[in-house]
């Protein structure tokens, strides 16, 4: 469940209707959890090239940890992206460990700071050169998009991070992430404890902060030609269209509302 709720968050933002590749807004991949090469993110105080989470864990000293990052690069000519994703772990507490990796490097660490409870620190660095005068769309060539940060714990569990005194997060918004608290996600929005997708949705449309009803009308409304310049800019955006086709009517009413489509055609 958590690694559907990240593939979904992954995209947010990837492609926005009118979903067309000649749009202003389809331009980049997304505007989200961008780490920018250090060239580019000392520009300004509002870019990083960084990602970090930082948590508090409760948890007996013979714990492990472990972090994962998800992310997206630039790929082809095109509105086009290429997922990537680096693992980190078991890592005992107390320890510090680093992997390095082609864009970067993902590091984990924790520090004990009373009995049986521990700050946990995770954190991506974008690691690519770049010229220090680096323009906005070349930086994004060289930039981990849609950057995502899972912590996990065995033997233990995160406290809230909502609620968590003493822990700074650069650039990425942790939240509790499973039933059991032993996870953490690190978002590139901000989102409540114990996200999840809505059980009536049905497929990805990266525009997860609109209606899903009204983006699968659109996607039904659009011309031929309209679609088919969707569906060569990338796979990703082409699958999407036709599972968004594929949808029926009665799919289609039943994100109407809290009602199901027996319940609609049983009252007109």
């Known amino acids: ?40 993110a000392a520009q300004s105080a509002s870019t990083f090239d960084l990602a970090r989470i930082q948590c ?14 998800w992310f997206l690069v630039a790929s082809g000519e095109r509105h086009e992206a290429a997922e990537r ?25 924790s520090e004990q700071i009373q009995a049986g409870r521990w700050r946990v620190t995770a954190s991506v660095h974008n690691a690519l050169d770049s010229p220090a005068d680096i323009e906005r769309g070349a930086a994004l060539l060289r930039s981990l998009i849609s950057t995502h940060i899972v912590l996990r714990v065995a033997g233990g569990k995160f406290v809230s991070p909502l609620e968590a005194e003493g822990c700074e997060s650069i650039n990425s918004y942790p939240v509790l992430a499973t ?9 590139a929005i901000v989102l409540p404890d114990h996200p999840q997708i809505s059980p009536k949705s049905r497929i990805n449309l990266f525009d997860n902060t609109e209606i899903e009803e009204a983006l699968m009308l659109h996607v039904h409304v659009l011309s031929e030609e309209e679609r088919e310049s969707m569906a060569e800019q990338d796979p990703v955006v082409r699958e999407m269209i036709q599972r968004a086709l594929a949808a029926t009517p009665e799919d289609i009413i039943a994100l109407h509302g809290g009602f199901s489509p027996t319940d609609i055609l049983k009252n007109g």
Do not use: C, H, Q, W
Request: aromatic share 10%; net charge negative.
């Open 56 to 69: 508090i864990a409760e948890v007996p000293s013979d714990g492990t940890l472990t972090a994962t990052v």
């Open 85 to 109: 994703s680096v693992e980190l772990g078991p890592a005992g507490l107390g320890e510090r460990v680093s992997t390095p990796f082609p864009e970067g490097r993902l590091t984990l660490s």
């Open 179 to 187: 039933a059991d608290d032993d996870a953490i996600l690190g978002a």
């Open 1 to 40: 469940m958590l690694d559907e709720l990240v593939n979904s968050l992954l995209y947010e933002g990837y492609a926005l209707y009118p979903y067309t590749p000649g749009s202003t807004k389809n331009a980049t991949p997304t505007p989200f959890g961008i780490v920018y090469p250090p060239a580019y």
